[in-house]
């Protein structure tokens, strides 16, 4: 099985070397048979190519099994006509990588953000492929507009068909979970978008009768998310709520750097870490490169389930649990976690563990 990997800007090449070092590890324990390979994404390409994604690297991407994606500097690109591709966006819209899986969880031997004994183990399903998101709202040009230097508007889209297809990997994940699912949305105010959007999810509910179903308003659920964390397994959102609400989650969990994500299609799959570039630290071997490392999990756990490939779940397993494993030591951590253990270091502990 063959995955492309593109390492991006910042620390994305570094933290994408760490996952190598496991993937490599599980490569050899679990005899998965998997090929690497490499090509350019964001200021790489721009300088070799005058963009920073290319049409060819999309549809050469569909070809492979998985695909892993570094870090971008989305802010510091060039505008689009001048080649400064949102990357990210690219690969959801050319794609149709709808769904944003993020998962937030608490581990015992590390500290959270949150009030003492509050403990959190949640997953969100973040719809990526439409909302406020001005450059996938449209079919053409863009979806914000300024009609005069003192005004600017914004277009929101919301489909049947997107909003119906999260809420059904929502509840297929609640089932695997604790069979509850809660859906984020502020009907009371978005009465036809978020109305729209609310309606389709509680349609879906009808065929998981065994999954519990709530709704929350965003607003009350960032002030739930702090107070009482454990009242959530599966949230389900559009684009912009579950970006937000994911940023909060895995922050209060410990860390936005200690949550894997994936953005997968029914097809496609690709694992890309939570947080972004980080260019002030970037080629000193500072990052932290667990929420890359649990996305490459992740990813091979979605491979063996598509391909039904037992080898592959284990894995991707596997490498969750080196990841926990190298964590509870204070002396391996990196230095955003208190510790002195440089990225690569860190990812050769985890390979260490997985090979062992």
Known sequence: ??????????????????????????????????????????????????????????????????????TQSHAD?????KGGRNVSAGFRIGLDLYANVRPARTRPFIESNMKPGRRMDLVIMREATEGLYPDRNMSRGWGEVMPSEDMALSTRKITRHCSERIARRAFELAMKRNRKVTAIHKANSFHMTDGLFLECVRGVAREFPEVQLDDMLVDASTAHLVRNPERFDVLVATNFYGDILSDLASELSGSLGLAGSIMASD?????QAQH???PDIAGQDKANPV????????LLQWMGEKHGNPALVDAGHVMEQAVDTVLQNPLKRTADLGGAMGCSDFGKAVAAVIAA
């Open 1 to 70: 099985m063959r995955i492309l990997v593109l390492p991006g800007d910042g620390i994305g090449p570094e933290i994408i070397d760490s996952a190598i070092s496991a993937i490599h590890a599980a490569n050899t324990r679990f005899t998965l048979g998997l090929s690497l390979d490499y090509d350019d994404v964001g200021f790489t390409s721009l300088e070799k190519h005058g963009t920073t994604l290319r049409d060819e690297v999309l549809e050469k991407a569909k070809a492979y099994d998985g695909i892993i994606l570094g």
């Open 276 to 278: 972004g570039s980080a």
């Open 77 to 81: 690109y060039p505008a689009p006509g």
């Open 291 to 298: 929420s890359m490392i649990l996305s490459v999990a992740m």
């Open 267 to 271: 097809s496609h799959c690709c694992a």
